[in-house]
């Protein structure tokens, strides 16, 4: 392979693959075999992080940045005059096993333009992945772009080399995606998803019965969304995350906030602030009901359509449903424990876990981790000590902003820290 | 009177030292590894013979006590080569035999909650190193990789290597402890090299490294700068995740 080409290539289609922020190599069981190359059922290692602060686990490329289409938010679209470039089938599996096998990544993500057709690309993302897997007897992590629009019978090949597939809705509204890649319809993103969704569970209905069915994307499904493109908002966002978690089961939904890519007047300008304060609020919400057992309703609705960017979403929630507090941590069962601002998942379980043995107290809740500066207004304990004044919902939010200060304006991640 | 028992510093080293100290009864020991050394009039000395054997009676005797997950916490802790570590769990030893209930995972005694700090820290440098191995392929076909982790984790990443690069022979060479692994497609052994004078490990020579590995190295660092965002650019957060002292073998970040 001659070096330069190849430098090239990887430098255009690395660059604009990077906008896909899901770099998660987790999640599937797929061993070693036969003495081969790579093992990904211990995934999940980041093996480097890029300065902007995100692991790099993956080896994150288009296969093409050739682009039949002409979104409006995305660098590839057709009218953006930009170099483009395609790799061979062979050239990504070269890259692949030689970054892999220095212990560089964990695996390929491919992704790609749309040339010629969508049957025609995807038919090359899985030429990769078959080629890796039975040329190379590549055992590391694949995640392998569903192009929309592409023919089931090739989402069933897919998902038989790939460890997890996704296609990204990128515009959680229906309008937004008209206004900003006219070409596209939600019809065929969904197509994909539905068969790779069928698949998996019929898959594993098989697997029940006969051990020796293969893996099919075990993995599983993901999407993302953009962010700060098109207007929408962060309740319309939620419901619409909520609707594929629900429908597709999907593993997990990425959100992107928009970075400013053109001069188009139905975009934020270029040099905007990429919205990632926004960003990391939509993560909580979502960790909150996937993981807290909160619906979306009760977090986003008609009379509160976006996150508080100053608090968190749990908080905000509490303040807006006061009457649901105090809370007694010696006696609320779980789902309520899970709900008072200051207190993570693994705190509850903690608390759930002491309180057999004793009643706790202030000292036992510090020692457990519970953010007590939070948590203090909401609860109380075996002790006389508790917040005995009536304070409004403005004023116990003023009291926390002023005491975490650093907290909330420290360097964010994107990488979730939550609750803690 | 106090007893020093010097031993050659290994695991099984240390576990002779616990069976002896408990087969002969003594009362103050305290166990040193030969290289820290240091003579006094105050104390007997013995030199300690590793044998496998009576290493293994008291790795034995602390499996039926314990948890494997507290086990493995002593074998991390031990491994952190701290220098009063062979001390903190001889005690920590002494107390979980002595008691009828499992203690081990008793936070309020001062040298179990020592041991679950150390290997707390083992833990996470195993982690980093699994990360953090770069490999460069040689011309006698073996991909070799330097490391200089804080703590000797070797033992621990072997596995973890051995799963994943079953078909490939690869060696992994801590410059610290001047010791490596190498899998020559069978097993991992343990193996010492004499560097020439000239070998400088941050630099890929040609006359030891493939033609194509320059090359790969140029890639990879390419593709580390072009995957950044840079309106996103957040270097605390990028020397959290990757402190300094870990660039040293990292080829994204070898200078041009
Ligand atoms: S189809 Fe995909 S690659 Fe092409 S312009 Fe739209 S988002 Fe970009």
Redesign the interface.
Known sequence: MS?DR??EK??IL??A???DVSCSSSGSNR??KN?????AS?SG????????????SL??ILLTNHCIFDCAYCVTRKSNDIKRAAFKVQEVVD?TI??Y????IEGLFLSSGIFKNADYTMERLVAVAKKLRLEE?FNGYIHLKSIPGASDELMREAGLYADRLSVNIEIPTEKGLKLLAPDKNRADFLKPMKKVKNEIIQYKAEKKIIKSTPKYAPAGQSTQMIVGASGENDMEIMYTSNYFYKNFNLKRVYYS?Y??ISYDNRLPQIGS??P?LRENRLYQTDWLLRFYGFNIEEILNENHKSLDLDIDPKLGWALRNLHEFPIDINKADKRMLARIPGLGMKSVYKILNARRYRNLNWEHLKAIGVALNRAKYFIICASNEYEKRDLTAEKIKGLILQNSKSKYTS?L??QLNLFG | MNTILIYDGTFDGFLTCVFVSFDQKLKDVNIVREQFFQDTFFAKKETVITQKAKADRVWVGLKKKIKPMELSRLYYAFLSESITVENTLFKAIQYIFKSDVNVASNFANTHILEISKLSKSVGREKHRMEAFVRFKLTKDNIYFANIEPDFNVLPLISKHFKNRYADQKWMIYDLKRNYGIYYNLEKVDIVTLEFDAKYNPTHTSKDIFCEQELEFQQLWKDYFKSTNIVSRKNLKLHKQHVPKRYWKYLSEKQPN
């Not at chain 1, 003495?35 to 093992?39: N, V």
């Not at chain 1, 290692?45 to 790099?56: A, L, Q, S």
């Not at chain 1, 096998?101 to 560089?104: A, G, K, T």
Request: glycine residues 8%; aromatic residues 10%; hydrophobic residues 30%.
């Open positions: 070096f190849i430098k990887l430098n690395a660059d693959a990077k906008y061993t070693n003495k081969g190359l790579g093992d211990s290692i980041c093996h480097t992080y890029t300065e902007d602060g995100r692991c790099v080896l994150k890259l030689n970054f096998r220095r212990n560089y007897n906030g970075v400013p602030p990429v990632m360097t991640s994107n």
